[in-house]
């Protein structure tokens, strides 16, 4: 692996050159990549690649198909099931969520003005249409939106009033409308979906260990 080849995997993380793949991240691409080369070059051993005009990804691609068609996982007891369900339950619950509407960041001044104004029924046309109705957020996702003081606001608010809050951007002026609780999923409900997604695992983590077996026969040198 060259290290024109790794700077290529650094040029193409993002189109916009905005972010920079991490050192974990950088890794994964370059694994990806030598489990990508030894399928091909295990395909070309075992002649895949007769009478195709395919590249190299191609040639990799009937590989995975070969080692995935070779694989055969058992349906899941119960107890493997419920054990992986108990790691897992997070995929298969309701979120606790929240509607809302927010105006957009300003200062704090601003903002106090145009609650007022809210309030009183005299915003503009301008502030009406720039105020966005949020629905059926999950909770979760408010802190990498709009902060922790934000979420930790709006989830206090008595719904239907309209009031100042603070995000990572700014004030604006917020109306809680709606909260509707998370719900725990149970196995009994989700038992077909989650011994599908279970056995896609199982599959998935055969196939990657039967590319790690086939890397053993090989020597990876890294260009510094």
């Known amino acids: 692996m060259t290290k024109a080849m790794r700077q290529s995997f650094i040029d ?3 189109e ?4 920079t793949p991490s050192s974990d991240q950088l890794q994964k691409m370059a694994d990806s990549w030598v489990a990508s080369e030894i399928l091909y070059r295990e395909g070309k051993t075992l002649g895949v690649d007769r009478g195709d005009e395919t590249i190299r990804d191609r040639i990799a691609y009937k590989m995975q198909l070969l080692i995935f068609d070779q694989i055969r996982v058992p349906r899941p007891t119960d107890e493997q099931l419920q054990a ?3 790691e897992n339950h997070a995929r298969f619950d309701e979120p606790e969520r929240v509607s809302f509407y927010i105006t957009p960041p300003t200062d704090q001044a601003t903002a106090q003005r145009q609650l007022e104004d809210i309030v009183q ?4 046309e301008e502030l ?3 105020t966005r109705a949020i629905l059926a957020r999950p909770v979760a996702s408010l802190t990498a939106s709009f902060g922790d003081n934000f979420r930790d606001g709006l989830l206090t608010m008595p719904e239907g009033e309209w009031k100042m809050l603070q995000s990572k951007d ?6 809680l409308d709606s909260r509707r609780p998370g ?3 149970s196995l009994d409900k989700v038992r077909d979906d989650a011994a599908r997604i279970w056995h896609t695992e199982e599959t998935r983590k055969l196939a990657w260990e039967a590319v790690k077996r086939l890397k053993a026969s090989y020597q990876v040198r890294y260009e510094q």
Do not use: P
């Not at 916009?16 to 972010?19: I, N, Q």
């Not at 029924?121 to 503009?124: I, M």
């Open 12 to 14: 193409n993380f993002d």
């Open 84 to 86: 992986w369900f108990a």
């Open 121 to 124: 029924q005299r915003e503009s």
């Open 128 to 130: 009406q249409n720039l």
């Open 16 to 19: 916009d050159k905005e972010r």
């Open 183 to 185: 719900n725990l999923a």
């Open 170 to 175: 700014g004030w604006h002026v917020t109306r």
